[in-house]
């Protein structure tokens, strides 16, 4: 079995928690987040950002381009084809078609994922619930997927 290096062991406790508020904050205002503003957001208050958020970039887990920040990975600022509705309501856009699916473990919830192929553009739905694969449309779709133990910056890859 292929196991994968979980994201959150690159990430010490401060970083894993601030990363995971700068993506719901990112969800919620549904737009890029602008880096000047972080100090203005309350859940914010209790971090070092002095320290985690340069930390998120040199660890891949965060890119940001002239003071916005896009990505706080799997999380996308930007549209990309790759929607989830998370259980609670919220949507985002996913990176890529794993990280869509990586949803559900990231935000500890159900999800729902609507997406297209990467080489024919055919419409893909997906429900995950409980942890497994619930619905697929079409039900015979599969996934293409590569080691990603072999590098180390995975967006190269989706």
Not at 43 to 55: I, Q
Request: aromatic share 6%.
């Amino acid at each position: 079995m292929l196991a994968v290096d979980r994201l959150s062991h690159r990430l010490d406790h401060e970083e894993n928690k601030l990363r995971l508020e700068l993506m719901n904050l990112m969800i919620d205002h549904g737009q890029p987040l602008q880096e000047t503003d972080l100090c203005r957001f309350p859940e914010l208050a209790s971090f070092d950002l002095e320290r985690s958020y340069p930390a998120l970039i040199d660890k891949q887990m965060l890119v940001s381009d002239a003071g916005k920040i896009l990505f706080v990975y799997p999380v996308s600022a930007l549209p990309t084809r790759h929607r989830v509705r998370l259980a609670d309501g919220r949507g985002l856009h996913a990176m890529c078609a794993i990280d869509a699916m990586g949803a559900a473990y990231t935000f500890r919830q159900d999800v729902s994922i609507r997406s297209s192929c990467s080489e024919c553009a055919e419409p893909i739905e997906l429900a995950i619930r409980d942890g497994d694969l619930a619905a697929l449309q079409p039900a015979d779709g599969r996934i293409l997927h590569v080691d990603l133990n072999r590098v180390s910056d995975w967006s190269e890859n989706c």
